[in-house]
């Protein structure tokens, strides 16, 4: 159905900046008393409210009360949050001091959540997803990508991606699965890890194609999860598959860039650990560099070098992370604020980094308010759009639209 949607006092359209690089909020396109005109889910035309009333006399009005802020939906390229139970446990312990192996000696890491997750049935981990998935709508994240990885088999990580896509038709936020089979070698699994990632190319990939799970591959190169030499073999013969490719790279140690550049990936996330090597390997690439501020926090240390990343020509998007082990919190507008306070990010850079920077790590249209796109929006009871950025991620928004309609009624 045809409407107007308005009047904002401010829209940000996101429109006409560059997919790369460091971002001024001078750059931003700002529609004073604004409207949107959709039709059947998608933009046709953002412009001034009583303009386009003037024009389209016979199109009705969904009217919005002065005094609020309208913005592209968030787009999260990067969670975890199909999975069963928690890692309390482990916060506790990290918080008291205890270090990643000691963590992981004691029963905790990957490894726990791989375990609560395969005890969870398929419709629990439906329900808990879309438990999930909708507390990000409601906060204003229309698009999410959701990791597998916490199966580890073939059976379980079936398992996980049939959840995604189950899920995905019972909530109304985009999910976009991605296989992280590779996300370590299972304690189980009795192997090399070399076999465990041929297991996957032979059995699991194949599979996943077939019933058209994901096109999404993801790995954790890391000198505790998977190298970077059997990295590099196991992404090239899934990008031969027709895979596209992104990676968990230089979370604690560097290398992971290195791949996600040979193999032509389409991102590469966390990078807490990148060097100046390895932020101009991403700036002279077509790769998005994916910072995870909620990693960071859950960790307890520094951001990713976003700064440096901007200044040097990069395209950066942020993401939450949101994972029941390094990342609980989930909260993406949160993260994102805190983390540019610290890291200097300007409010265009913030929130281009997340709506169409991130809809480019995901290879998907979107992030922007411009004819053609899907109306995903958001609208923040404020007048100043600089406001969602002070109150630190405290201010949310209090309207959602998918495809122009409220998801929470429909
Ligand atoms: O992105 N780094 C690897 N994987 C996740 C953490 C997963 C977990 O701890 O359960 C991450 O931080
Ligand atoms: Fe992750």
């Not at 375990?115 to 439906?126: G, K």
């Not at 465990?196 to 994901?214: A, F, G, M, R, S």
């Amino acid at each position: 159905m045809k409407k107007i949607i308005g009047p904002f006092t401010q829209i940000l359209p996101l429109t006409g900046l560059p997919l790369k690089g460091a971002l001024k909020d001078e750059q931003l396109h700002l529609i004073a008393n604004g409207g949107v005109l959709v039709d059947n889910g998608l933009i046709v035309e953002t412009g001034d409210f009583n303009e386009l009333r003037k024009a389209n006399p016979s199109t009705p009005t969904e009217e919005i009360q002065t005094g609020h802020v309208l913005l592209p939906g968030f787009i999260d390229c990067h969670t975890h949050i199909c999975f069963g139970g928690n890692r309390a446990k482990d916060y506790a312990m990290r918080i008291a001091g205890k270090t990643y192996l000691e963590i992981a000696k004691a029963g905790g890491g990957i490894w726990d959540t791989v375990t609560q997750t395969r005890a969870a049935d398929e419709a629990t981990l439906v329900n808990s997803l879309v438990q999930r998935a909708n507390r990000h709508l409601a906060e204003g994240v229309t698009t999410i990508e959701v990791k597998s990885g916490y199966g580890l088999s073939l059976e379980e990580e079936l398992k996980q991606l049939r959840a995604i896509k189950t899920a995905s038709v019972q909530t109304k936020a985009k999910l976009i699965a991605t296989c992280l089979a590779a996300h370590m070698v299972p304690k189980d699994f009795t192997g090399s890890q070399e076999e465990y990632l041929q297991h996957i190319v032979d059995d699991l990939l194949p599979v996943i194609k077939q019933e058209k799970l994901t096109n999404r591959v993801d790995i954790f190169i890391e000198q505790s999860a998977i190298n970077v030499e059997n990295a590099l073999i196991y992404l090239k013969k899934a990008k031969q598959m027709g895979f596209d490719i992104t990676v968990h790279a230089d979370q604690f140690t560097t290398g992971g860039c290195a791949v996600a550049v040979a193999v032509g990936a389409v991102s590469a996330d966390h990078l807490e650990a990148s060097g100046e090597h390895e932020i101009e390997l991403l700036a002279d690439s077509n790769i998005v560099a994916v910072t995870l501020p909620g990693a960071s926090m859950g960790l307890g240390m520094p951001y990713a070098p976003a700064r440096n990343l901007l200044n040097a020509g990069a395209c950066l998007a942020i993401a939450s992370d949101w994972n029941p082990g390094s990342a609980p919190m989930g909260d993406l507008l949160m993260q994102a604020a805190v983390m540019s306070a610290s890291e200097k990010l300007s409010a265009a850079e913030v929130f281009a980094g997340l709506t169409f920077r991130a809809a480019s790590a995901l290879k998907i249209e979107g992030g922007i308010l411009a004819p053609g796109m899907p109306a995903d929006m958001q609208a923040y009871p404020c007048a100043d759009y600089r406001e969602i950025l002070y109150y630190q991620g405290k201010l949310k928004p209090n309207k959602i639209w998918i495809g122009g309609n409220d998801p929470m009624t429909q």
